[in-house]
């Protein structure tokens, strides 16, 4: 077998040569169109027998020319061949640039693989016009994934103003031939979230309920929300426990930690903790970080189990150690504590630290702390206030009280004062009281410079709100979790 595959890739090599003679391809423009397609079907043809030959890989820069000469000559499969090999360095020079142009011009006659590659890049980008011009051309040629990005941009306004009846066209397209997200996304719409969504909560039902036969796990999540939101009728509630608790069954992770929830709480179901903590146990020993932690809230209170704070701080720390942030954060607390454990500050501070670093807001909060007071760690206010300000981003209104203080017990510059000015002002925003109280503040006022740097503060608070709400953030409730950390 051996001898013959190499008889074979000789004879290919053989072609090869015959394609890329001076005779063939000195001067393309003198074929005829059909002559160059005939040229790149050959081309093609050879390169897809090398590849199925090659064993060792030995020849991929020769089919990479060949599918490359094939594509240049205009053969839309060879375009989207070597736009494929482009994007990986697969036989040619790493290039994405050169790999969305070859994929652009196999689009161009329609080629289904090339635009769903589109879709998929121009989806990870903020060029909106080509965003939707692909799209829109894989929609309307068939493709998928096409069909329910489009719906998806439709539905929420991303490069095109937002229309619900079109997003639902393109979702209903998608979901007739069996794509489960399309049947989430279009449920979504019937949920009637946004203003102006057609609310029919039990045909929302239906369609995440369909969703999930289908394998899709965003189904299942939505129809727990629905759920545990109290949203629709109780014989959609009902229903919709069954479905999920059918899909813990059969042993799907996520599914038993959606089950255990909602029996936790009594949404859909009677309350049985017990049951909920044997569903949370399955889905924690799969590795759901979630349910670990859910776990681990029932050993912490003596819920459905006898408390057992040792084995809250295990699974807790099970999923710590899968980067969950918030789960460091509360390992960090029983090691500062002595929850289960021997205090050991080291530990707590560690552990804080990579909370704060993976983002959770509480730990930001309190690793501020630590720096504004020198708890364990040498006293910094510029290390404090640039913690207090990461949650505070997050919407976290004690840092935002605390960047306050922080800034103008420690200002040295204007900068420092129209810093803390701002953040003065979007902590008023929390209450009407709050506001009128700092306006008749600001309005009693005296000193000019004061005036000024009030009034800056005040514009630059507008501008970071509106940021904020605009790209879905929202002002965090107070919460005394952050007590324990600063002792």
């Excluded at 590849?51 to 094939?70: E, P």
Aim: charged letters at 25%; hydrophobic letters at 40%; one cysteine or more.
């Amino acid at each position: 077998m051996l001898d013959v595959r190499r008889a074979i890739a000789v004879a290919t090599l053989v072609a090869v040569a015959v394609l890329c003679s001076p005779d063939v391809r000195s001067d393309s423009s003198t074929t005829t169109e059909l002559e160059r397609e005939n040229i790149a079907f050959l081309e093609v043809a050879v390169a897809h027998i090398i590849d199925f030959f090659d064993f060792s890989y030995s020849y991929t820069d020769v089919t990479s020319s060949l599918y490359l000469w094939a594509a240049e000559l205009g053969n839309s499969g060879a375009q989207a061949t070597i736009a494929d090999r482009y994007l990986i360095g697969y036989g040619v020079a790493f290039d994405p640039d050169e790999a969305v142009k070859w994929w652009e011009r196999a689009a161009e006659q329609s080629n289904l693989h090339a635009l769903e590659m589109l879709v998929e890049h121009y989806r990870k980008t903020n060029d909106h016009i080509a965003q939707i011009k692909w799209t829109r051309l894989a929609a309307e040629a068939g493709v998928l994934r096409g069909q329910v990005m489009l719906g998806w941009y439709y539905q929420r306004g991303v490069g095109l103003e937002r229309d619900t009846d079109l997003a639902i066209k393109w979702y209903s397209l998608a979901a007739e031939r069996g794509d489960p997200l399309a049947y989430t996304n279009l449920a979504t719409i019937y949920e009637g979230r946004q203003k102006g969504d057609p609310q029919d909560l039990a045909k929302a039902y239906d369609l995440h309920i369909k969703a999930i036969e289908l394998g899709s796990t965003d189904g299942l999540r939505h129809l727990t929300w629905l759920i545990r939101h109290d949203k629709g009728s109780r014989e959609d509630r009902s229903r919709g426990f069954d479905v999920v608790l059918q899909e813990a069954k059969k042993g799907i992770p996520v599914a038993q930690l959606y089950a255990g929830k909602m029996l936790l709480e009594g949404k859909g179901t009677a309350r049985n903790v017990e049951e909920a903590v044997q569903w949370f146990l399955k889905s924690a020993n799969a590795g759901i970080d979630d349910a670990q932690l859910e776990l681990a809230a029932c050993y912490a209170h003596g819920t459905g189990v006898p408390q057992d704070l040792a084995l809250a701080l295990y699974w807790r720390t099970a999923a710590a150690n899968q980067r969950n942030a918030f789960a460091q954060y509360l390992v960090s607390l029983a090691y500062a504590h002595g929850e289960g454990v021997v205090v050991d500050d080291g530990l707590a501070l560690r552990w804080l630290r990579s909370a704060a670093a993976n983002n959770d807001y509480h730990a930001q909060y309190a690793l501020g702390l630590r720096y504004f007071n020198g708890e364990g760690v040498e006293k910094n206010p510029n290390l404090a206030i640039r913690w207090f300000r990461r949650a505070a981003r997050q919407g976290d209104r004690q840092s935002i009280d605390a960047l306050v203080r922080t800034y103008f017990e420690y200002s040295t510059t204007s900068d420092d004062i129209a810093n803390g000015l701002m953040w003065l002002h979007i902590s008023a925003h929390e209450t009407p009281e709050r506001r009128a109280s700092f306006a008749a503040v600001a309005a009693a006022e005296q000193d000019p410079t004061r005036q000024y740097m009030n009034m800056y503060g005040e514009a630059r608070a507008v501008v970071w709100e509106d940021n904020f709400r605009a790209t879905g953030g929202k002002f965090l409730p107070r919460s005394n979790s952050h007590v324990q950390t600063a002792r």
